[in-house]
C-alpha cells in the first residue's frame, strides 16, 4: 500500500476492483465502512461476481474477468475528455510534460516500437525521453531535432556494441503539453480507442453503467477541485494475469492523473492475501530482488563496481527541476547488506564478499521452479509454510514434477496435499509403488506459537508474541533453517565442495546458533554501527555495535551492517520499534506514530510531498499531513515527511523520490515493463473473444507459454465459459478445512454458477457439475446465483463462473468422501505476468456439464 | 450463569408478584444491527459458539453462503444470506444477523407455563432457564420470529441469551465484540435507537436508500435487538423479517381470559402425575451436560 489500511478511512471515494477485501481482509475491511459511516465516502466495486464486498457498494459494475485494463483505460479516457485531473499536480509532479524519443509507436497494432517477433522481447531503446530543454511552446520545430537524438541509441562508430540506453540527464519537456510526443498527448493518443463503447465491447459492462462509475470515480476533481481524495484498492484480481502489473500501472496512472497519490485517502492500495506476504516481498521472498528491494546481481556483474554502476540509477530530469533520486544510495545499502550476510569475511579488499552472492542467470520463480522440476533439473524442494500442489498453477503438473523429484522436505502443520502428492486421486496402488521420491515431513508451528513480526499491507512491522507452546515434536521453522544450514556448514567443512566460501563464512552470530531467537535476527535485519559514527549535520554520535537509528546513516565503506535498510529504525537502542503498542494519534488522522513500525522510516502514507501544491502548502487543510515551514526552513507534519527535510518549495524536488526523474511516472520508460510504457488490453492466455482492439495481436506479445506435454491451453472453440477462482472468508487456504469450525461454517467446495446458466442447462443447486478446462477436470456441486449475470462480449453471450480454491485431497470433507477429491488449481494454466512473473489464476476458459 | 447484578422484570408460569418487582430498575440494554454495513462474515456466529461453547455440528451445502437453513438449539445465531432484485434491475445482496429479539413483550415469556423457565431481567434480556423448563415447546410457538429451539436429546429449549454472564459483567455480547465492520452496536435503548435513526437517515440522504429505516417492531413493544434496514417497508426480504409480529392470538387467549381453564387443566393434570407415579414410580434421569452455556458461569 502506498498508504495504509487506517487512513483508508480518510478517503472520499473508493474503487475497488480486482479484490474482495469485505470477503477476504473483513478487518482491515472496517476503515472502507468508516469512510462512509464518517464521510459519506462512496464505493465502487468492480467484479465479475456481485462479491460479499458488493453487497456495501455505491455502485457495482459487474467486469469480465482479464478486462481491467479496458476499463480503467476508459476511465482515463473519461476523465482527459471531460477534464477532471488534477493539472497543476500533473504538471509539477508526473512525467506529463516530458516529451519522449521520436521512434517511439504506441500499439495500435498490439505492438508498441522495438517487438522482435523471434525472441518475443522488445528492444526497449526509443522507450525513453528526449534529450534536451524546455521545449514549452516549440511543438512545431521540435520533430527534427528528436530525429536525430534517436540515432545513437543504434549502434556506435566504433564497432563495439552500443552501450544499453540510460535516461538522459537532461530531459526535454513542454509545460503547454502541447508536444505532439509529451507523455501527456502520447496518453490522450494512447486511451482515445478506450471509448465506453470500447469498454462495453471488451468488458461486458454496458456504457450507461460505465459512464455512471467513471464519473463518479472521477467527480473528486470536478471543476478542478482538488479537496477531496480517491483511493484505488485491489488484491490479486489484478495480479493474477498474464498482463497483471500493467493493471497495476494503470491504476497508478489514474491516481496520478487525479493527484490522488501521496495524499490521507488517496493511492494504490494493494491489499495483501496473508498476515506476512508484505514481510515476505521486503525480505526477498522472491528470485528476482535482494531485501530492501535491491536488484539481484547477473552473471555480467563480474564485479561489485559493475553490479552498481548497473543497479544504481543516475538522477534523470528537467535541469531546472530538482530530483533527490533517493535510490543513488543503493551503494550504502547494498553494503551494508553484505556486512550483516557476511561480517568479516566482507572487506573492501573482497568486494564486499559480493562473489558469494549467487548470480541469477535464468528466472527462478514459481511457476518455472515447478516446471524444472518436472523437467528433471529441479531435483529437490523446501516446502514450508505453503502447500505447492493446491496453490498450482496446473496442480497435475506440479504433482507430476514431486513424482520426479529425489525428494521433498515438508514443514506444515497439517498433512496436506504436497506432502501426500502420491495419494492424489487416479495414483493407483502400483503407480503408488514406482513414485521414488523420498519425503520428510517436518511439525511445524503455526502461528500462534510462534513470535516475530508480522508486516500488513500498510508496511507496519508488528511484534506478536508467541501464545501457545509448541506441540509434541513441532519445531519453529528458524529452528529447523538453522539446524539444516549448520548441517550443511558441517559437510563442507569436512568435505569441501565445489565453492564452500559463501557457507563457511556467513555470518551466524546468534547467542543459540541451533535455534536463533527471532529478535536478535531483526536487530541483525535493522543492523548496527561496526565503527563510531558521526552524524555530519547534527554532530549525533553512535558508538561501535550500537543499532542504527535508521538508513540516513547507512554507509558504503563497511561502517555500517543491515540486513535491510528498508526496516532500519525498527530495531534501535530505543528497543523493538515494531513492539510499541501506543493509541495516540494526534491528528486524528489514523496515524499512529507510536503503533509498530512504519517502513520506510515510520512513514504511514509514501510520497506524502505530494499531499501539497508545488508550495507546500496541504491540498486539504482538513487533512495535513505534512507542509513546508518557511520559518523553520523544512518539511514537518503529523506524518513523517517522505521527502528531503531542507528542500525549499522553490527548488521543484520532485515528491517521488525513488524515481530518478523525481515525478511519477505516467509513462513508463526504458527496460522497467517488458511489455510497454502504458498499459495496453491485451486478453487472457485463454479468452472467449480476440481482442476486439487488435485481434492479430490478441494477448500480451511478450507472454511465453510453457511447452512441456503437461502445459495446454485451451480455446473458445472448445471451452466456451470464462472462469475465476478466489478464497472465502471462511475458509483460510488450504488450512482451515482441517478445522471443524471453519468446515462448519462452509462444509464443501462448490462452484458459482449465474442462474441464467443453469436454467439453460436444467442445473439446479446442489447438482454436482464437472467443469473442464484443457488441463484436467474439476467436481463439485453447483452454488446458483443470480449474483452472476450473463454478459455481452463483443457481441458474443459469454457466462462466467467461480470456483473457491480451498478444497482437495486433505481435510475433514475429503476424509469424510464429502468431495471429488479434485483441487481447484488442476485447471488453471501454467502462464504467468512476464513482469512479476505471476501465474493467470483469473479468468481462464472452462466448459461445464453436468457430472 | 452469573446472574448477581441482573433483576428480574418478568416472570413466566408465576403466581403472584415478580422476585424483586417494584425495586429499582436497570436501563434496557440494546444491540444494534446495522445490516447496511453487514458483511456476512460469520465472526458473530464464530464468537457465539466459542463464548457459549456450543458443540460443532453438521452442516450440509444448502446452495448458499449461509452456515444452515435456520438457527438450532446450539446454533443461536445466524447470518441469512439473501439475493433481491430492486425495481431499478440492480441486486441486493442483504445479510442480516438473525437471533433472538429480546422482545420487550416476549410471546415465548407469556406462552411457557413453567415457572422460572423464561424471565426477563430489567435490562430488558430475555432469558431462559432450561433448569426450569418443562419441554413443552409453547415457547417455540410464542415466538413471533421462530427462534427458540427444542434439543431433542433433553426436550430443552434454547436461544441466545444476549451474553447475559457478559453484560451483567459490564461486557458487550460476544457477538459484539467480534465484528469487524462496527455494523455490531450495544448499548442503551435509547442510545442504540438514536444511532439507529441517524444512520437511517444518512442512508435516506446520501445513499440510493429513500424507504431505509429502524426495526424496532412495536407489535411485540418493541425489541432488544433492533436493525437498520435499507428498506424498512418491506423487512420480510431480510429472510423473513415480520412486518408486524405479535404474540400469536392463541398464546394470549390462553394466557388471558382462558388462564383459568389451564389452571383447572393443571391441577387435573397433577393429580394425574400423582397417580402415575404411585403406579409406576419415579423416571430415571439421564445424566448428561444439558446446558451448553454451563461451563462459562
Known sequence: MTNGWVDIKNTDMMLIMGGNPAENHPCGFKWAIEAKRTRNAKMIVVDPRFTRTASVADLFCQIRAGSDIAFLGGVIHYALENHRIAKEYLLNYTNASFVVKDGFKLPEDGLYSGFDHATQTYDKSTWNYQEGGDLSGKAASAKSGSAQAAKPAAASSNGKPAPPPHLPENIAYDLTLQHPRCVYQLLRAQYSRYTPEMVERITGIPKDQFLKAADLFTSVRKDGDMKKAATIIYAVGWTQHSFGTQIIRAAAMLQLLLGNVGRAGGGVNALRGHSNIQGATDLAGIFDILPGYLKVPVPADTDFKTYLERITPKSSKPHVWDSWNYWSNTPKFAVSFLKAMYGDAATKQNDWAFHYLPKVDRNYSWTYIWDNMYRGIVKGIFAFGMNGVSIGPDSRKNIEALKKADWLVVGEIYPDETSEFWKSPGINADEMKKIQTTVYRLPCAGFAEKDGTFVNSARWLQWKNAALPLPGDARVDQEILARIFLKVRELYQKDGGKFPDAILHASWNYTNPLNPSLTEVAKEINGKALADLEDPVTKQQIKTGQQVPGYAWLKDDGTTSSGNWLYCGSFTEAGNLAARRGTEDPSGLGIYPNWGFSWPANRRVMYNRASCDPDGKPWDASRKQVWWNEAAGKWVGNDVPDFKADSHPKDHMGPFIMNPEGVGRLFVPLGAMADGPFPEHYEPIESPVDNPLHPQQSSNPVVKKFKTEADKYGTAKDYNIVCTTYRLTEHYHYWTKNNPMNVQLVPEPFIEVPAELADEMGIRGGEVLKVTSARATYQAKAMVTKRIKHMMIDGKKTYQIGIPIHWGYRGIAEDEGKTALTPANLLSPTVVDPNAFTPEFKGFLVKVEKA | ?297
Not at chain 2, 418443562?134 to 431433542?152: A, E, L, Q, S, V
Not at chain 2, 455494523?183 to 436508500?209: I, P, V
Not at chain 2, 417497508?233 to 394470549?252: A, Q, S
Open chain 2, 1 to 297: 450463569m452469573s446472574q448477581a447484578t441482573l433483576r428480574i422484570q418478568k416472570i413466566s408460569g408465576h403466581a403472584g408478584s415478580v422476585p424483586g418487582e417494584d425495586t429499582q430498575r436497570g436501563l434496557t440494554v440494546c444491540k444494534l444491527i446495522d445490516t447496511t454495513t453487514c458483511i456476512g462474515c460469520k465472526a458473530c456466529e464464530v464468537a457465539c459458539m466459542e463464548w457459549n461453547d456450543l458443540p460443532f455440528g453438521e452442516t450440509v451445502f444448502g446452495n448458499s453462503y449461509q452456515t444452515m437453513p435456520e438457527t438450532r438449539w446450539n446454533y443461536w445465531n445466524l447470518i441469512l444470506f439473501n439475493e433481491h432484485e430492486r425495481d431499478d434491475g440492480t441486486l441486493m445482496w442483504l445479510m442480516r444477523k438473525n437471533q433472538c429479539m429480546h422482545c420487550a413483550e416476549p410471546g415465548c415469556l407469556a406462552a411457557c407455563p413453567a415457572d422460572g423457565a423464561i424471565v426477563q431481567y430489567t435490562n430488558g434480556i430475555v432469558d431462559f432457564q432450561q433448569a426450569n423448563c418443562i419441554g413443552c415447546g409453547y415457547c417455540i410457538t410464542g415466538c413471533p420470529f421462530d427462534i427458540p429451539k427444542m434439543n431433542p436429546k433433553n426436550n430443552r429449549v434454547f436461544k441466545c441469551t444476549l451474553c447475559t454472564d457478559r453484560v451483567s459483567e459490564g461486557l458487550e455480547p460476544a457477538c459484539i465484540k467480534a465484528c469487524p465492520t462496527g455494523c455490531l452496536h450495544f448499548g442503551t435503548k435509547e442510545d442504540m435507537l438514536d444511532l439507529a435513526g441517524k444512520r437511517a437517515k444518512q442512508l435516506r440522504d446520501h445513499s440510493n436508500f429513500p424507504h431505509a429505516g429502524v426495526y424496532d417492531p412495536p407489535g411485540v413493544g418493541g425489541t432488544g435487538v433492533i436493525y437498520v434496514l435499507h428498506d424498512a417497508t418491506n423487512p420480510e426480504i431480510y429472510g423473513g423479517l415480520p412486518k408486524d409480529p405479535h404474540i400469536p392470538f392463541m398464546v394470549k387467549l390462553w394466557k388471558g381470559p382462558l388462564k383459568w381453564l389451564g389452571n383447572v387443566a393443571m391441577v387435573g393434570g397433577l393429580i394425574g402425575l400423582f397417580v402415575h407415579y404411585l403406579r409406576y414410580g419415579a423416571k430415571a434421569r439421564e445424566d448428561e451436560d444439558i446446558n451448553p452455556g454451563g461451563a462459562k458461569s
